[in-house]
């Protein structure tokens, strides 16, 4: 067999291969997404899939995170701006049934969306990645914007810290997956130009 022909054969199920990874034919898995972090839309990431297609595709990566998380908890170095899906509520009332302060929704989100897209030169068929703390959230604002026209929106399913581990020496801790215990990049130090000021 001549050299060259070798090079084909080896070339071309490479390509096949490649062509695969490069379209997010390797998305996380629908049907192991649970109930609460599903979207209308059913596109998915974990939050190392977020990272590689980030790198590698022209997409917006959103932090949909409050304000506040953002500050007190840094955000991954890629994503492209803070835009909140829910906020504090302004009188900090209480959550009775969960513990926690109350979060209201964000009437500006989809607005600041489109905002942050046009500055990429980028529209409503391009890629959107979404990351909340632990995937709820970003469900949530992936099927806001897939009612406002959004087609190819993705939701990082295991978010910035993860998933609560249920049992163990880490039971009640976010330790499990997530974008900051995958190691990827993250900082406290935050960029003004990607802040929300809404």
Avoid: H
């Amino acid at each position: 067999m001549k050299n060259s022909t070798r090079k084909i054969f080896v070339a071309f199920p490479l390509a096949i291969v490649m062509g695969l990874f490069f379209s997010g034919a390797f998305a996380f898995d629908a049907a192991n997404v649970p109930k609460k972090k599903q979207t209308t839309i059913g596109l998915y990431l974990d939050a190392k899939e977020a990272y590689g297609m980030a790198e590698r595709e022209k997409i917006l990566f959103l932090d949909v995170r409050t304000r506040a998380e953002v500050n007190f908890l840094g955000m991954p170095t890629i994503a492209d701006a803070n835009v909140p899906y829910m906020e504090m509520d302004a009188m900090y009332s209480w959550n009775e049934k969960k513990g926690v302060f109350k979060l209201e929704s964000n009437s500006d989100f989809v607005a600041e969306v489109e905002k942050r897209l046009k500055a990429k030169e980028m529209n409503k068929s391009d890629s959107i990645i979404l990351i909340c703390r632990s995937g709820k959230r970003s469900a949530k604002a992936a099927n806001l914007l897939a009612k406002a026209g959004y087609g190819k929106v993705y939701s990082v399913v295991d978010g910035y810290e993860g998933d609560m581990a249920k049992s163990g020496e880490n039971a009640g801790r976010r330790a499990i997956n997530g974008w900051k215990n995958a190691d990827l990049p993250w900082s406290y130090k935050l960029d003004k130009d990607k802040m929300y000021f809404n």
